[in-house]
């Protein structure tokens, strides 16, 4: 088939009840004449299917699924993912209505059958009260036993069908016609409690699992959720009345490349485009992380699902349905979801080897006592029989996985850190690597002013004695006024100050704002503003300007018509746990990456803080899901851990994705561990309970098969011809019970287990504090290529981080590990860097 005919679509799929199952339907799929791969997500009950459309239709491979006894939903419409929510839904309701009945019906049952099996009319009673669990409420068993039986496999299933079933069948026998065993001196025992029981906890697990599947295609639907449904159109009335137009709201769905798009103050946008009139600050966090709103004016750039602020413009669209940057992050979560290959629970896979072979050890005792004991042949073989099938009932099997997920996920939620399934506690033991976004992961993801200082000596007599006061005034109203973030962070923390009458404002796009009080002028922007209205810079204010631009913050001048008056610090914090998490991770091992949409001098800064050695900036999106599966590559095992929409398609990517609770929702839906505190240090403890918890259910599975593997020979007869000993089926069922107790009570002693390393209140010490600084000017640099060159130069030096700024040409020099000479530092530039001098 021709490679550029191939296409790729995701197709939800209905009537999965197990892996199995998925196996089954991708199966069938590939089996397709024209289709190149097909994967079907159990987890996300989606089939990612590659074929070529003049090959076969999406109609064909419907028919396909529908005849192996499932369906696919090839409408893809707006309504497919309700349809599938819904059919999800139906299924989660009747689960939970069959495992609640199951278990108030089986109750009485097993009390009867333990404590008063001498009780007046005691088998009818449990035979009454089991027939509806086994018959109805475990009908889903005998009839995927039986789909699995035509297909010619077993699972999970068909042990639990034929062991309910014979349990049942056989007790059913025993209280009918009792004189069969009375006759031959057997006690005819019965086990309601015990077929009853077993679908109880059998359908326990599966609701268990399903919850934990239930918001997998909510991330999904929430990121298809950002694109509003309908949309301002300006529409030309025509040439009668030229330059006439008039707004006009359509839904999505009708809008056209070319079309003119109004956007008024707090819309989302709806696709993406170019502005072509006004302009207007837009929040694009949920595409870059970062919390600063971004300029836009003519001829800039607007993306689907943003966010608009104050201000109200026109686009023209460009892109539009799934060709928008949005559409392509939802396509790209989709594909991440959908290249994991279903996971197959180890209960599953065990069972696959061991149905068929209990089933068959169970029918070879019953042959070889038909034909080594003559008489009793039958009577013995029978009771093997039963007895062999009894002992391997799943009962243990059933609880080992989730009673141990239910502990451990329930001492992770007492320690803030929530977990969404089994297969994620898995992974974690596993990672080597962890990556993490920057904003409200490692930093805060909330501007604020770290410093604010006022340049004392253009505070004039005539200002008076509050002139500090009245100038707070006129910087905290000049700044209300601005739509700016960052002067929000000036407004927050100048909250104190009075609000004062600004004239004559005026907002300068990409600069600063301007307006009159009292009389004088002021403005309140970057250094751009400044130098166009010709202000003088003090060279105290400069030399701390640059300070703080080399502590990766952003600097906002206020000015009146001479003077610079002060200037703010802004920056994201780092927060106060994060250098503890990036320790205790370095110290377990774990190698930690950083990745930012923001620039190079504030990564660089944040990582050297929070002590991390790799890290990236100026990341994409698209960027950070490639970053993650180059590692990946690498034979690494990755969890990534970030708070924004803008992170969704690289969670979706990594081994373990691990959102920030205080991020976005979408983010959490993605991840398969939430941190509800935001706090990093949850981190190391998440992959310490995952260790414990993969343990706890490694010590169940042993435990539910060490008996198994001791008690299916002796339940078939094979120390009979030794010493004469017949396990009785009775004592097969206290040999199941007892593997069901040790289990349960190996997942209550993880209660107690530790899973913080360290002391709780064990203080980290952050990196140290540099001894000395200097500052050098350097000479013979031309443009910031040159720049960059100085400064990689003298940061290869041990012990050293430098800054280096173009306008001032200045190197800061911070020294951790002694002073180095003018001559060395000169040395080592000349070498690496080439003739740039350098001068104290």
Not at 357 to 363: D, L, M, P, R, S
Not at 380 to 403: E, K, R, S, Y
Not at 463 to 478: K, V
Request: one cysteine or more; a negative charge; aromatic letters at 6%.
């Amino acid at each position: 088939m021709a490679e550029k005919n191939i296409v790729q679509e995701t197709f939800p799929v209905l009537g999965m009840s197990c892996a199995s199952c998925s196996a089954r339907v991708e199966k069938t799929l590939n089996h397709q004449s024209g289709v190149k791969k097909a994967v079907v997500n159990y987890a996300s009950a989606t089939a990612t299917v590659e074929y070529d459309p003049t090959s076969c239709s999406s109609e064909t491979l419907q028919q396909a699924v529908q005849a192996a006894g499932y369906d696919l939903l090839i409408n893809q419409d707006g309504n497919t993912l309700e349809e599938a929510e819904e059919a999800h839904n139906k299924k989660f309701s009747a689960l939970k209505f069959r495992t609640t009945w199951a278990i108030i019906l089986s109750m009485p049952v097993v009390i009867i059958g333990m404590f008063f099996m001498d009780m007046p009319h005691a088998n009818p009673i449990m035979w009454a009260l089991s027939t509806p669990v086994v018959f109805w409420l475990g009908r889903g068993f005998f009839t995927s036993a039986w789909k699995q039986l035509q297909h010619g496999s077993a699972n999970m299933d068909t042990l639990v069908a034929i062991s309910t079933g014979t349990a049942y069948l056989f007790s059913l026998f025993n209280m009918l016609f009792p004189d069969f065993w009375l006759s031959r001196g057997i006690h005819p025992h019965v086990y309601f409690e015990a077929a009853s029981v077993i679908i109880a906890f059998i359908l326990l697990g599966r609701l268990l699992e399903e919850k934990a599947k239930g918001n997998t295609s909510t991330a999904i639907k929430k990121l298809m959720g950002l694109q509003p449904k309908t949309v301002t159109i300006i529409v030309d009335e025509g040439h009668a009345v030229p330059h006439s137009s008039f707004e006009r709201v359509i839904p999505i769905e009708q809008i056209r490349p070319g079309d003119i798009v109004l956007v008024k103050p707090g819309e989302r946008i709806a696709v993406d485009g170019i502005v072509t009139e006004g302009s207007s600050y837009v929040d694009e966090s949920m595409l870059s992380g970062e919390p600063v709103a971004v300029s836009k004016h003519k001829d800039a750039k607007v993306f689907a699902g943003t966010i608009n602020q104050k201000g109200s413009f026109r686009f023209r669209a460009e892109k539009i349905g799934t060709d928008t940057l949005l559409a392509k992050i939802i396509h790209m979560v989709q594909d991440a979801q959908g290249s994991k290959a279903p996971v197959q629970q180890l209960v599953d896979k065990i069972a696959g080897i061991f149905v068929p072979t209990i089933i068959g050890i169970a029918v070879l005792a019953f042959i070889a006592w038909m034909l080594l004991d003559g008489t009793g042949g039958f009577t013995h073989g029978l009771l093997a029989f039963v007895t062999v099938v009894i002992i391997a009932c799943p009962c243990a099997l059933g609880l080992a996985t989730p009673t141990a997920i239910m502990v451990g996920i329930g001492k992770g939620a007492e320690r803030g850190i929530l977990i969404k399934d089994a297969e994620s506690l898995e992974i974690a033991k596993k990672i080597d690597t962890v990556v993490l976004d920057k904003t409200g992961t490692v930093t805060e993801g909330k501007p604020v002013v770290s410093k604010l200082i006022w340049n004392t000596q253009a505070m004039t007599p005539g200002t008076g004695a509050t002139a500090g006061n009245a100038l707070s005034d006129i910087f905290y109203s000049l700044e209300k006024l601005s739509e700016h973030p960052l002067a929000e962070a000036v407004v927050n923390h100048l909250k104190e100050s009075a609000s004062i009458d600004i004239q004559d404002f005026e907002s300068i796009t990409g600069k600063g704002v301007k307006g009159r009080a009292q009389g004088r002028t002021y403005l309140a922007g970057n250094r751009k503003l400044l130098e166009e209205n010709h202000i003088a810079i003090p060279p105290s204010l400069q030399e701390e300007a640059t300070r703080l631009t080399s502590e990766a913050q952003t600097v906002i001048w206020f000015a009146d018509e001479e003077n610079v008056l002060a200037i703010a610090g802004i920056t994201d914090r780092i927060k106060e746990t994060s250098i503890r998490a990036v320790s205790e991770l370095h110290a377990a091992g774990i190698e930690v990456h950083m990745l930012t949409g923001d620039n190079e001098a504030t990564a660089r800064e944040i990582a050297r803080k929070a002590g991390i050695a790799h890290y990236q900036a100026s990341v994409l999106p698209q960027d950070k899901a490639a970053f993650v599966s180059r590692l990946q590559a690498e034979g690494r095992k990755v969890a990534m851990v970030g708070d924004g929409i803008n992170d969704s398609a690289a969670l979706a990517q990594a081994d373990l994705s691990i959102a920030m609770g205080g991020g976005s929702d979408i983010a959490m839906d993605v991840a398969k561990m939430t941190i509800i505190s935001s706090d990093l240090t949850k981190i190391p403890e998440a992959l310490c309970l995952s260790r414990l918890t993969v343990r706890t259910i490694r010590q169940n599975l042993f435990w539910a098969f060490i008996y198994n593997i001791i008690g299916v020979p002796i339940a078939a007869g094979i120390l009979y011809p030794i010493n004469g000993f017949l396990l009785n089926p009775m004592i097969a069922g206290a040999a199941m019970a007892f593997s069901s107790v040790s289990v349960v009570s190996n997942s209550l002693l993880l209660k107690r287990k530790r899973i913080h390393e360290g002391e709780e209140n064990k203080e980290v010490e952050p990196p140290t504090e540099t001894i000395m600084k200097k500052e050098f000017k350097v000479e013979g640099m031309m443009c910031n290529h040159c720049r960059m060159h100085v400064e990689k130069a003298l940061n290869s030096m041990e012990g050293i981080h430098a800054t280096v700024t173009l306008n001032p040409p200045v190197a800061t020099v911070e020294f951790s590990d002694g002073e180095k000479t003018l001559e060395e530092l000169q040395k080592v530039v000349t070498k690496e860097a080439g003739d740039y001098t350098l001068k104290a």
